[in-house]
């Protein structure tokens, strides 16, 4: 894991690979597909922004921010992982790693997530790295038809 850089911008961008995978992704919160480099880098600019590796080449994104004054519950979003590398298991890892260091490094007691209802894979991806569903939910509208999000959370006090 670490930090993005403005050079990761164009790469990230293009594993989305249609408007379809754009919306899903953001949730329209970052702007219109197609999204220019500099607005995602504007956008992402005021978020811990985050690439994970594998062997050294970026194979995942993701943000986390905070949800409170301090730093004790986090909001993780805009999870992607390279097309390539879905399915593989290092989703689940790079989830692992996140809670890691949300825990170590800004001392969080939580993180907290949505996920569209119908993804599944992603949301089997967290609930096997730790996330439990909450009862709360989030809609959003997606290409003009309203999507139900399932909010889910971890509790870092196990996490090591």
């Known amino acids: 894991l670490r930090p993005f850089m403005t050079r990761d911008a164009g790469m990230v961008l293009s594993w989305c690979r249609d408007e379809r995978e754009f919306y899903l992704w953001t949730a ?12 995602f880098c504007d956008f ?3 978020s811990m922004a985050f ?3 594998d062997d050294k080449a970026p194979v995942g994104f993701f943000t986390m921010r905070n949800q409170t004054e301090s730093a004790s519950i986090l909001r993780m979003g805009f999870v992607i992982m390279d097309p390539a590398f879905r399915g593989k298991g290092i989703g689940k890892e790079m989830m692992q790693i996140a809670l890691s260091y949300a825990k ?3 001392k969080a007691k939580e993180v907290r997530l949505a996920v569209f209802k ?5 949301f089997h991806c967290y609930k096997n790295a730790g996330f439990y569903v909450l009862p709360e939910r989030e809609s ?4 003009g038809k309203e999507k139900e999000c399932i909010r889910m959370a971890a509790v870092l006090s196990g996490i090591d």
Request: proline fraction near 3%.
């Open 28 to 39: 329209g919160v970052m702007g219109e597909y197609p999204l220019a480099v500099n607005d």
């Open 44 to 46: 992402v600019e005021n």
């Open 51 to 53: 690439i994970m590796l």
């Open 104 to 106: 170590t490094i800004y």
């Open 118 to 122: 119908d993804n599944e894979n992603a």
């Open 140 to 143: 959003y509208v997606i290409m």
